[in-house]
């Protein structure tokens, strides 16, 4: 008779007179339900806020070990010699010919050519 009542229920897909219907699932609780979005955080995290974070400080620590007479390039595309080095600008030799400085913020360093 069981073979039956399997059969009926696996036509229908009701289950047959007399046979009992499955208990319903509990519902997930509220922290397996925030955990999808508490995934994408930590990835957006890493992704929006620790790449440029690493990359300024790496930035930063170019820029404290520049010295004089280092060749660098600015965000503009000048290309210099480092002469003098102060807390808030640097200055530059930009043509050996005509004695051209030009004094820039530190962060308009955007690569040094001496460690290449």
Known sequence: ????????????????????????????????????????????YLFLFRGPKKKQQQHQQMVQSLRRNDKVRTIGGIIGTVIDIKDDEITLKVDEANNTKIKIAPSAISKSLSED
Do not use: D, R
Request: charged share 15%; proline share 16%.
């Open 1 to 44: 008779m069981e073979q039956t009542t399997e059969a009926v229920t696996a036509e229908n897909g009701t289950p047959a007179a007399g046979a009992k219907e499955p208990a319903p699932k509990p519902p997930a609780s509220p922290l397996m339900q925030l955990l999808p979005f508490v995934l994408i955080f930590v990835v957006m």
